[in-house]
C-alpha cells in the first residue's frame, strides 16, 4: 500500500464510512418488510414460490427493465469492434472434448430444470439462463474453430427475443389484464412461464456473446 | 442440542465472513491479476455459500452460476486476451515495427 | 389517488413506443433511422399527451401489473415527469433530425440509432419510475447507453473519455444502491410515495441520503466530480454530446430533487441546503473559468456544462424558501438543454466545415462564411446568458425573483455573476466572427443539419413565451408526498 | 429460522467488503482490479440487503432476494462492457491503468 497521501485519504475516508454503516446498521428496526403483503397476495400469480412470484410478477418491469440492460451490454459490446478469435490456441487431446461431448447436453439438461423449476421452487430465468450459457461457452471453448455461429440476424433476433416477448405480454395487459406488466387473471401461470422460456434463452446467449467480447461477424467496415 | 448446533452455526458464519473479508482483501489488494482473478472466483463460491446461510437459495443459484461462473470466465478470458495483446506488443516492439 | 385508467396508458405507452422502437432498431440497424424518426415523432405526440393529462387532471400515481405499492412498482405521472418528458423529446426530436445528416450510412453509424433510442427509452423510464430499486436500474441503462454512444467515435481519447465515465458512472452506481439497500434495511419500502410519509431522521437515513447524493452529484458531474464529463462530451459525436449534456446530467440531477422532495424531506435542514447551493455556485465558477480558457469549441461547450449544472443545484437551498422554490431551476433544465443541444449541434458542423479541427482561431474563418449555424450559435450563447427575448432570459428572471422574494439574496448576486461569466466565455466563442478576416465555407455541410440547428436556435427564442406554461405544469407535482 | 444474533457476522463483512472495494477502486490504477473492485462492493451492499432480511423470524423475505438477483444480472452486464472496452484501451495505454489527471487533448 503506497503510502501517497491519496490512499491514506481514501484509507480513512473508507474506515469512516464502514463505522457509519455499521452504526446505521445497529439501530435499523427488525421487520417482515413485504413478505406479509407477497404472501397475501401469492393467490392471484398462479406461481408458488415467491422469489419468482416477485421477479416476475409483483415487480415484473424490473426484471424487464433487467434484461433490458443485458440486452444493451450486448449491443454496447458489439458497437465497440470485433471479437478475436477463441482461444488462441485450441486444446488439443480428446480428453476436454470427449468430457464435454457428456457434460454439455448434461448442463443444458439442468437449466432447463432450472426454467422450469422456477414456478414452484427456487430456479427461476436467469439461473437458468446461467447455466445454458455455461454450456454455450464450454461450447465456444471446445469447437472454436467451427465458425457456425447463426448469421447476425439470428444472433441480434435471438438477444433481443427475450425482451420483445415480455414487452408483449405486457402491452397485452393493457386492454386484456389490470393494465401495463399485468397478467390477464387465470393466465399468470402460462404467460409466466413463456416469459421464462424465452428470457432464458436470450440471456444465454447473451452472456455466451459478452463472452465473446465482441461483435463475431464481420462488418461493412471491418475490412 | 439445538444450542450446540446454533452455537456451532454461528461459528461457521463468522469463519465464513471473515474467510470473504480476508479473500477480498487478498484480492484487491494482492500482487497478480492471475491470482486476483482466481481468489475472485473463489469469493463467488463463497459468497453463494453466504446466501444459503442467509436463507436465499435462489440468489445462491445466481451467484454460483453467473457471479462466479460468468464472470469468471469472462475475466479469465480478458486475462488471456490482455496478455496475448502483451506478447504481441512486445514481439512488435521486439521487431521494432 | 388511485391511478385512473387513462393515466396508467399514457405513462405506459410513454415507456412501450421507445423501448420498441430500440429494440426494433436493434434487429434491424439498416432501417435505424427511419425506425428512430417515426419512434421520436410518436413519442413527442406522446409527451404531450401526457402534459395535456397532467394539465387537465393533475398528477396520477400509477400502479403496474394492477399492484398497488409497496408489493409492485408505480409510475409517477406529475407535473415534474412530465415537463423532464417534454424537454426528453423537443431534444430528442431535434437531435433525430441532426442526425440525419451527420450519421453516415455504413455499419458504424447504423448501431447509433439503436444506442440513441436506448438512451431515450432509458430517460423516459427514469422520469416516469416511483420505485427507488427500480430507478437504479433505469441508471445503469443510463450508464451503458452514454458510454457506449460517447465510445462510438472508435477515437483513442473518445474510448479513454467512456473508460473514465463509465468508471465515475459505476461508482455512482453502486454508492446509490448502497443508499436503497440502507433505505429497504430502514423502512421495508420501496416507493417513493411510502418512503416519503415514512420520513425519519436516524442515521440510517441520514447515510443514505449522504451515499445516494455524492453518487448522483458525481452522475451529474457536480463540481468537484466533473472531472469526466469535458472529455467525454468533448470527444463523442455532436449529437451524442447534445444528448448527454442536455439531458443524461439532468437525469441524475432529476432523481436527486425526487429524492430530496420525498424520500429525504426531514432531511432537508437548511445547512444542507446551503451547501448543496454553494457546490452549485462552485461549478458554475469554476466551469466558467475553464470555458474561458478552453481553446477548443466542443471543450468550451462542455466545460460550460458543467457551469450550468451547478445552477440546477439552487433549487435545493430554494425549496426550503416557499412552497415552489424549486420550480424555477427545473424551468432552468429546459432552458439549458435546448440552448447546449443547439450549442453541440452548431459545433458539430463548424467542426466538420472546418475539416474535424475545432480550435477557435481556425474555427472563426468558418463562421464568417455561415450565416447560418453562426446565427443560430448566436441565439442559442444568448439564451445560455440569459440575454432578453430567450428561455434563458425567463429563467434567470424566475430564478432571481425567487432568490430576492426568499430572503437569500446573495444568491441572486451569484446568478448574475455567473451570467457575466458566462456571457464572458459565449462571446469569447463568438467574437472572431465578427472581426474582419477572410471567410471561407470550408467542407460541405448537409443544409438539413444547418436548418435543424438554426430550428433549434429559434425554438429556445419560442420558449421564452412559454415560462408560465411551463411553470404550471410543473406545480402539479404533489411535494408533501400523494395521499394515495 | 434465524434470529438478530445471526445475521450480524454477514453485515459486518458486507459493509467490509463494500469499503475494501471502494478503497481499491480508487487507489488501484490498474482496470481489471477496478473491475473487480466494482463487483466486490456490489456484493457487499447485496450481502447487507440480504442479512438485513434474514434478522427476521419466519419465512425470509423473497424481495431483497429478487432485487439482489436483478443487482448480479446487471453486475455482470456492466462488467461485460467495461471488460471489452478495456480491451479496446489497452493498446492505446500500453499498462491498462487509467492515467492520473485527463489527457490535455
Not at chain 1, 444472433?155 to 408483449?168: I, K, N, S
Not at chain 2, 479473500?23 to 453463494?48: C, D
Not at chain 3, 458566462?422 to 436548418?451: D, H, K
Request: charged fraction near 10%.
Amino acid at each position: 500500500m503506497n503510502p501517497r497521501p491519496l490512499s491514506l485519504l481514501s484509507g480513512g475516508l473508507s474506515a469512516l464510512l464502514a463505522l457509519l454503516l455499521v452504526s446505521a446498521l445497529w439501530d435499523t428496526p427488525v421487520h417482515e418488510g413485504v413478505s406479509a403483503s407477497v404472501a397475501g397476495a401469492m393467490g392471484h400469480t398462479g406461481v408458488a414460490h415467491p422469489v419468482t412470484a416477485v421477479l416476475l410478477d409483483f415487480r415484473a418491469y424490473d426484471t424487464l427493465l433487467e434484461m433490458a440492460v443485458v440486452l444493451l451490454a450486448v449491443l454496447a459490446t458489439w458497437s465497440l469492434g470485433r471479437c478475436d478469435t477463441l482461444p488462441a490456441r485450441p486444446v488439443q487431446g480428446p480428453v476436454m472434448r470427449g468430457g464435454l461431448r457428456h457434460l454439455i447436453p448434461l448442463a443444458v439438461l439442468t437449466g432447463g430444470y432450472l426454467i422450469w423449476a422456477g414456478g414452484a421452487g427456487s430456479g427461476g430465468a436467469f439461473q437458468g439462463g446461467a447455466v445454458l450459457a455455461a454450456s454455450g461457452v464450454m461450447w465456444v471453448l471446445a469447437w472454436p474453430r467451427r465458425p457456425d455461429l447463426p448469421a447476425p440476424l439470428g444472433l441480434r433476433v435471438g438477444v433481443t427475443l427475450g425482451v420483445a416477448v415480455f414487452l408483449a405480454i405486457g402491452v397485452a395487459g393493457l386492454p386484456l389484464g389490470p393494465g401495463f406488466m399485468g397478467y390477464p387473471p387465470g393466465w399468470s401461470y402460462g404467460l409466466i412461464l413463456t416469459v421464462e422460456t424465452a428470457a432464458a434463452c436470450s440471456i444465454a446467449l447473451s452472456l455466451v456473446l459478452l463472452f465473446l467480447g465482441g461483435r463475431p461477424w464481420r462488418d461493412a467496415e471491418d475490412g | 442440542m439445538a444450542e450446540v448446533i446454533r452455537a456451532s452455526l454461528l461459528i461457521f458464519d463468522g469463519l465464513l465472513a471473515l474467510t470473504l473479508v480476508g479473500v477480498a482483501w487478498q484480492l484487491l489488494f494482492g500482487q497478480g491479476l492471475f491470482r486476483s482473478v482466481l481468489l475472485f472466483i473463489a469469493l463467488g463460491l463463497l459468497l453463494s455459500l453466504t446466501w444459503v446461510r442467509l436463507g436465499a437459495p435462489d440468489v445462491a443459484l445466481a451467484e454460483a452460476a453467473i457471479g462466479a461462473g460468468v464472470t469468471g470466465a469472462l475475466l479469465l478470458v480478458t486475462l488471456g486476451r490482455l496478455r496475448r495483446m502483451a506478447t504481441g506488443h512486445a514481439r512488435d516492439r521486439g521487431k521494432g515495427s | 389517488m388511485e391511478g385512473m385508467s387513462d393515466g396508467l396508458t399514457w405513462a405506459a405507452w410513454l415507456l412501450i413506443v421507445p423501448l420498441a422502437g430500440a429494440l426494433l432498431a436493434g434487429v434491424w440497424p439498416r432501417a435505424g433511422r427511419w425506425i428512430a424518426l417515426a419512434t421520436s415523432v410518436l413519442v413527442a405526440l406522446l409527451a404531450l399527451g401526457a402534459a395535456a393529462q397532467v394539465w387537465t387532471q393533475g398528477p396520477q400515481v400509477v400502479s403496474l401489473g394492477g399492484w398497488v405499492p409497496p408489493l409492485g412498482i408505480g409510475l409517477r405521472l406529475d407535473g415534474l415527469a412530465a415537463f423532464m418528458l417534454l424537454v426528453a423529446a423537443l431534444v430528442g426530436l431535434f437531435v433525430g433530425g441532426y442526425s440525419l445528416g451527420y450519421i453516415p450510412r455504413d455499419g458504424h453509424g447504423e448501431r447509433f440509432w439503436a444506442l440513441w433510442l436506448w438512451l431515450w427509452a432509458a430517460l423516459n423510464a427514469l422520469f416516469l419510475s416511483g420505485d427507488v430499486f427500480n430507478l437504479y436500474v433505469t441508471l445503469e441503462l443510463v450508464v451503458l447507453a452514454s458510454t457506449a454512444l460517447v465510445a462510438l467515435s472508435g477515437g483513442a481519447a473518445a474510448l479513454l473519455a467512456a473508460m473514465r465515465y463509465l468508471m465515475v458512472g459505476l461508482l455512482g452506481s453502486m454508492a446509490y444502491l448502497m443508499g436503497v439497500a440502507l433505505l429497504y434495511t430502514q423502512h421495508g419500502v420501496l416507493d417513493l410515495g411510502l418512503l416519503a410519509q415514512r420520513g425519519g431522521e436516524g442515521t440510517a437515513m441520514m447515510l443514505a441520503a449522504t451515499l445516494m447524493s455524492v453518487g448522483l452529484m458525481a452522475k451529474a458531474a457536480l463540481f468537484p466530480l466533473h472531472v469526466w464529463l469535458p472529455p467525454a462530451h468533448g470527444s463523442a459525436p455532436a449529437p451524442a454530446s447534445a444528448l448527454l449534456s442536455a439531458l443524461v446530467v439532468k437525469g441524475a440531477f432529476y432523481i436527486l430533487l425526487r429524492l430530496w422532495l420525498t424520500v429525504f424531506q426531514d432531511l432537508a435542514h437548511p445547512g444542507v441546503m446551503q451547501l448543496l447551493g454553494g457546490m452549485g455556485m462552485l461549478a458554475v465558477f469554476w466551469g466558467g473559468f475553464m470555458s474561458l480558457s478552453a481553446d477548443r469549441l466542443k471543450p468550451l461547450v462542455a466545460y460550460s456544462t458543467v457551469a450550468q449544472v451547478g445552477y440546477l443545484f439552487l433549487a435545493f437551498p430554494f425549496l426550503l424558501a416557499g412552497p415552489g422554490g424549486w420550480h424555477a431551476a427545473v424551468f432552468l433544465v429546459a432552458a439549458h438543454a435546448t440552448a447546449k443541444a443547439c450549442l453541440f449541434m452548431a459545433a458539430g458542423n463548424l467542426q466538420e466545415a472546418n475539416g474535424g479541427d475545432d480550435r477557435l482561431a481556425s474555427v472563426a474563418e468558418v463562421m464568417r462564411a455561415r450565416p447560418l449555424t453562426s446565427f443560430a450559435l448566436g441565439i442559442a450563447g444568448a439564451s445560455l446568458v440569459g440575454l432578453p427575448f430567450t428561455v434563458g432570459f425567463v429563467a434567470k428572471w424566475i430564478l432571481l425573483q425567487t432568490a430576492i422574494t426568499s430572503g437569500a439574496a446573495f444568491w441572486a448576486v451569484g446568478v448574475v455573476a455567473g451570467g457575466l461569466l458566462t456571457g464572458a466565455y459565449v462571446f469569447r466563442l463568438l467574437g472572431p466572427a465578427f472581426r474582419p478576416g477572410p471567410g471561407r465555407s470550408g467542407r460541405p455541410v448537409p443544409v438539413l443539419r444547418e436548418g435543424v440547428t438554426l430550428a433549434l436556435a429559434l425554438v429556445c427564442v419560442l420558449l421564452g413565451f412559454a415560462g408560465s406554461a411551463g411553470l404550471r405544469l410543473i406545480a402539479a407535482t404533489p411535494v408533501a408526498g400523494p395521499g394515495g | 429460522m434465524a434470529e438478530s444474533l445471526h445475521a450480524w457476522p454477514f453485515f459486518g463483512s458486507g459493509v467490509l467488503l463494500f469499503v475494501l472495494g471502494l478503497h481499491a477502486l480508487v487507489t488501484r490504477p490498474h482496470l481489471l482490479i477496478k473491475v473487480l473492485a466494482f463487483n466486490v462492493m456490489g456484493s457487499g451492499t447485496f450481502m447487507v440487503l440480504l442479512s438485513a432480511a434474514a434478522r427476521g423470524s419466519g419465512e425470509p423475505d423473497p424481495v431483497p432476494q429478487a432485487l439482489v438477483i436483478t443487482g448480479i444480472v446487471v453486475a455482470v452486464s456492466a462488467t461485460a462492457v467495461a471488460l471489452a472496452l478495456m480491451l479496446r484501451l489497452y493498446p492505446i495505454l500500453g499498462g491498462a491503468g487509467l492515467p492520473p489527471g485527463p489527457p490535455e487533448d
